[in-house]
């Protein structure tokens, strides 16, 4: 069974080395039963509980994206020891109005890339406590914090260095078994 899942880059520049490594997830994800498939965020204005009474359209597309996928996948970078704002105001969008959580049961996984020794792990920290809280079955390990180096990851998604690629494909596979485990199909 292959499995649809909606990803979301946490950050909004196309250049970013975050959207370079979803690529090559994507490139990487059919060999591991699942389907990438990006849900965008860029478009939203910043949430408030005043459109709870009449969603705009991009609001309402994105919560059917997440509420359509089997899992979702969060590749994000780290802005200040924590995610970026404009991905906190995509899960504000999707976990609301009350009652109406998209994330609700859903199996998420965490992943993210920055050039520093630590890499994004900080960041990760917030968002599982944030995935958690809203409900997501988030998965727990491994844990992939991606030292990015330039040329790690070409522009096309191609990963250059065997070990990471080995790396990502037993994320994807951890992965791929969480969401069966939690979807229990």
Do not use: C
Request: negative net charge.
């Amino acid at each position: 069974m292959t499995y649809r899942v909606g990803y979301i880059v946490g950050s909004l520049s196309q250049r970013s080395i975050n959207r370079r490594l979803a690529k090559a997830l994507t490139k990487l994800a059919p060999s591991h039963d699942l389907e990438l498939v990006e849900i965008p965020i860029g478009d939203l204005p910043l949430y408030n509980h005043d459109y709870d009474a009449d969603y705009p359209e991009v609001g309402k597309q994105l919560k059917a994206a997440i509420e359509s996928s089997d899992a979702i996948l969060i590749v994000t970078p780290e802005y200040n020891r924590s995610i970026p704002g404009a991905l906190k105001n995509a899960i504000d969008w999707a976990s609301r109005p009350w009652g109406t959580n998209s994330f609700n049961g859903k199996p998420a996984a965490v992943i993210g890339a920055s050039g520093g020794s630590i890499s994004t792990a900080v960041a990760q920290q917030h968002l599982k406590s944030i995935l958690l809280f809203s409900n997501a079955a988030v998965l727990g390990q491994p844990e992939a914090y991606i030292q990015f180096a330039e040329g790690l990851v070409t522009e096309d998604g191609e990963v250059t260095n065997e070990t990471t690629t080995e790396f990502l494909s037993l994320f994807l596979n951890a992965f791929a078994a969480h969401t069966k485990r939690n979807l229990g199909r």
